[in-house]
């Protein structure tokens, strides 16, 4: 069974950037779709961006233009680029793979975003 581990999140003031990475203990080319999820405080656990194996991705409206997915399956890593970083995006991020119908969760990274 595939293990995924978050990594990078970190205390970072608004405006500033954070990269996180997903390392999976197996290959990650067998994963069709690979995802980045947040929840904070009281809400929902929520998508914030996705990419296929065919490298097409998919961003929630909140954080297009400001967050970035890729994944390097030579290093079986997917990373997040957070760039522009608000108070609101403080939250636990989740990564997440999808293969053969089972979803694969990583335990989380927390990332706060305050003065």
């Known amino acids: 069974q595939v293990q995924l581990v978050e990594s990078g999140g970190d205390l970072v003031q608004p405006g500033g950037s954070l990269r996180l990475a997903c390392a999976a203990s197996?290959?990650?080319?067998?994963?069709?779709?690979m995802g980045w999820y947040r929840q904070a405080p009281g809400k929902q656990r929520e998508l914030v961006a996705v990419?296929?194996?065919?490298?097409?991705?998919h961003y929630d409206n909140d954080v297009k233009g400001r967050f970035t997915i890729s994944r390097d399956n030579a290093k079986n890593t997917m990373y997040l680029q957070m760039d522009s970083l608000k108070p609101e995006d403080t939250a636990v991020y989740y990564c997440?793979?999808?293969?053969?119908?089972?979803?694969?969760w990583g335990q989380g990274t927390q990332v706060t975003v305050s003065s």
């Open positions: 997440n793979g999808k293969q053969s119908g089972i979803d694969y």
């Open positions: 197996g290959s990650i080319s067998n994963f069709y779709a």
């Open positions: 990419i296929i194996s065919g490298g097409g991705t």
